[in-house]
Nanobody, 124 residues
Framework: QVQLVESGGGLVQSGGSLRLSCAAS????????LSWYRQVPGKQRELVAT????????IPIPMPRRTWTISAADGMRATYLQMNNLEPDDTATYYC?????????????????WGQGTQVTVSS
């Protein structure tokens, strides 16, 4: 089973930056994509950014006047989310997500893996 561990969260002032890290370990057949999601209690989880194994990136949340970037390393065994110009509305638990084309037994069945999350708190 693929295990994902996030790090890099914490408390930051509005306008500051954080870089979240996610490391994948365990038995990994292949990972098609790595993503970052965030969730606030009582609200739906939302996708923040995705990077595919072909290097293509997607950040679907509109972010005017600022740019966040997602990257991958170690053959899709790690992903990083660089967050700049953080705002209080960015406060949430950020989760790392991995999508594999194979399940834990090597069958060609798409399988999702989730980290336990890292808390990001942005003070005003």
């Amino acid at each position: 089973q693929v295990q994902l561990v996030e790090s890099g969260g914490g408390l930051v002032q509005s306008g500051g930056s954080l870089r979240l890290s996610c490391a994948a370990s365990g038995i990994i057949f292949s990972l098609d994509s790595l993503s970052w999601y965030r969730q606030v209690p009582g609200k739906q989880r939302e996708l923040v950014a995705t990077i595919r194994n072909n290097g293509r990136q997607s950040i679907p949340i509109p972010m005017p006047r600022r740019t966040w970037t997602i990257s991958a390393a170690d053959g899709m065994r790690a992903t990083y989310l660089q967050m700049n110009n953080l705002e209080p509305d960015d406060t949430a638990t950020y989760y790392c997500h991995a999508l594999s084309r194979y399940n834990d037994y090597g069958a060609a069945i798409p399988t999702d893996y989730w980290g336990q999350g890292t808390q990001v708190t942005v003070s005003s």
